[in-house]
């Protein structure tokens, strides 16, 4: 069922919108009315007065059971986005006209106001549409799920995809980094214990694992557990059960678990760093996101949505010029994701007069020459 509904009436770039929401994964459809199930619809301003206005326009999205409404007015001096009815109206000024470009940057953050609100992965890369086609569909199900890849590529947003569009999406959401938490407290955090079960238990606490209780738990950087915690990890993924520190008996659990790393996992069981018996338990259906340089297509896509989540509450949405855009793909990013939007928040503060340039992207910080800059901005 198509989640975006386009009204017919609609502006000149709404096929290049449909386009980019389309690589997003997220589905769309145009047409006189939405069909029921749709959770935002898109109009014109054009088509808004033709209904009536803003009130005619709201029951045809209330009749649908439409969540949110983006009215896109086109021709505008300017880039610009105004709120109403508490953020479920979404009034966008849109600076283009005629044949719009994939990549121009006001209507990727079009794309990106509207494809957030359905969908959290950010994609325009074809096989990153694969990636979140495939989360979608485990999803479906309450099968473990592996997600293998570089540090800074996405590993915990798929996760949240995989949670948002399963059966458990209402439940809760729970992330643990074990490389994070030292070795004694680990087993204590992720199981529970009872009070008096150790030197300062002073009270019963029922431990991370069953925090997600009837959600998801996240594991993440799995591969550093010590070998000890495993093995009684393995027991409640294979009884969905668990013992807290200082109880006699087990305690069900109804959790789905998600197991991210770094690694090569297969050598770190041949290595004996990490048991293969529980690396087969978790690794039931495997998920890889890539490195950022592997996809260089996600690259605006992903830019555009950081300055958008980066720029405060009512100031000028900043627009990326084309120049910029062509920077930051040219950049290799060894720091992935995270390294990006480092960058995205330094331009942030750099930036004049609403526009990002290849001069406000300060990507390599360790210069002389970048730090005087920095100090001068601010």
């Given at each position: 069922?198509?989640?975006?509904?386009?009204?017919?009436?609609?502006?000149?770039?709404?096929?290049?919108?449909?386009?980019?929401?389309?690589?997003?994964?997220?589905?769309?459809?145009?047409?006189?009315?939405?069909?029921?199930?749709?959770?935002?619809?898109?109009?014109?301003?054009?088509?808004?007065?033709?209904?009536?206005?803003?009130?005619?326009?709201?029951?045809?999205?209330?009749?649908?059971?439409?969540?949110?409404?983006?009215?896109?007015?086109?021709?505008?001096?300017?880039?610009?986005?105004?709120?109403?009815?508490?953020?479920?109206?979404?009034?966008?000024?849109?600076?283009?006209?005629?044949?719009?470009?994939?990549?121009?940057?006001?209507?990727?953050?079009?794309?990106?106001?509207?494809?957030?609100?359905?969908?959290?992965?950010?994609?325009?890369?074809?096989?990153?549409?694969?990636?979140?086609?495939?989360?979608?569909?485990?999803?479906?199900?309450?099968?473990?799920?592996?997600?293998?890849g570089p540090t800074g590529s996405g590993k915990e947003v798929l996760a949240r995809q995989v949670h948002a569009a399963s059966r458990r999406a209402n439940a809760p959401f729970v992330a643990i980094n074990c490389a994070a938490?030292?070795?004694?407290?680990?087993?204590?955090?992720?199981?529970?214990?009872?009070?008096?079960?150790?030197?300062?238990?002073?009270?019963?606490?029922?431990?991370?694992?069953?925090?997600?209780?009837?959600?998801?738990?996240?594991?993440?950087?799995?591969?550093?557990?010590?070998?000890?915690?495993?093995?009684?990890?393995?027991?409640?993924?294979?009884?969905?059960?668990?013992?807290?520190?200082?109880?006699?008996?087990?305690?069900?659990?109804?959790?789905?678990?998600?197991?991210?790393?770094?690694?090569?996992?297969?050598?770190?069981?041949?290595?004996?760093?990490?048991?293969?018996?529980?690396?087969?338990?978790?690794?039931?259906?495997?998920?890889?996101?890539?490195?950022?340089?592997?996809?260089?297509?996600?690259?605006?896509?992903?830019?555009?949505?950081?300055?958008?989540?980066?720029?405060?509450?009512?100031?000028?949405?900043?627009?990326?010029?084309?120049?910029?855009?062509?920077?930051?793909?040219?950049?290799?990013?060894?720091?992935?994701?995270?390294?990006?939007?480092?960058?995205?928040?330094?331009?942030?503060?750099?930036?004049?007069?609403?526009?990002?340039?290849?001069?406000?992207?300060?990507?390599?910080?360790?210069?002389?020459?970048?730090?005087?800059?920095?100090?001068?901005?601010?």
């Amino acid at each position: 069922m198509p989640l975006i509904h386009i009204l017919d009436d609609a502006f000149d770039a709404a096929s290049a919108l449909s386009q980019l929401l389309g690589r997003r994964r997220v589905s769309t459809e145009r047409g006189a009315k939405p069909a029921a199930g749709t959770q935002v619809v898109v109009a014109s301003a054009v088509a808004e007065a033709k209904l009536g206005g803003g009130r005619g326009l709201a029951e045809l999205a209330r009749a649908a059971g439409a969540k949110s409404i983006v009215v896109v007015t086109e021709g505008a001096a300017a880039f610009g986005v105004t709120e109403e009815l508490g953020g479920r109206l979404l009034r966008v000024a849109l600076p283009v006209t005629g044949q719009v470009a994939l990549r121009d940057a006001g209507l990727m953050m079009v794309a990106d106001m509207i494809g957030g609100q359905v969908q959290a992965m950010v994609a325009a890369d074809a096989e990153t549409g694969q990636l979140i086609d495939l989360a979608t569909r485990v999803a479906r199900t309450d099968v473990t799920v592996f997600i293998n890849g570089p540090t800074g590529s996405g590993k915990e947003v798929l996760a949240r995809q995989v949670h948002a569009a399963s059966r458990r999406a209402n439940a809760p959401f729970v992330a643990i980094n074990c490389a994070a938490i030292p070795e004694n407290m680990l087993e204590a955090i992720l199981f529970g214990h009872e009070k008096g079960a150790f030197t300062g238990a002073s009270n019963a606490n029922k431990g991370i694992i069953r925090a997600a209780e009837g959600g998801t738990l996240m594991l993440d950087e799995i591969s550093e557990m010590p070998m000890g915690l495993q093995s009684k990890l393995l027991r409640v993924l294979q009884e969905r059960a668990l013992t807290p520190i200082g109880a006699q008996n087990e305690v069900p659990v109804d959790i789905r678990v998600i197991a991210t790393s770094n690694r090569d996992m297969p050598e770190e069981v041949r290595a004996r760093r990490f048991r293969e018996d529980l690396f087969y338990r978790l690794n039931v259906f495997p998920l890889t996101t890539r490195a950022l340089c592997e996809r260089p297509d996600d690259i605006p896509a992903l830019a555009v949505a950081m300055v958008r989540r980066h720029t405060p509450a009512g100031q000028t949405l900043p627009m990326l010029t084309s120049e910029a855009i062509s920077s930051l793909v040219a950049h290799d990013w060894p720091g992935n994701v995270r390294e990006l939007e480092n960058v995205i928040q330094r331009a942030l503060v750099m930036q004049e007069g609403g526009k990002i340039t290849p001069a406000d992207l300060l990507i390599n910080t360790a210069t002389p020459t970048v730090t005087r800059l920095m100090a001068r901005a601010v």
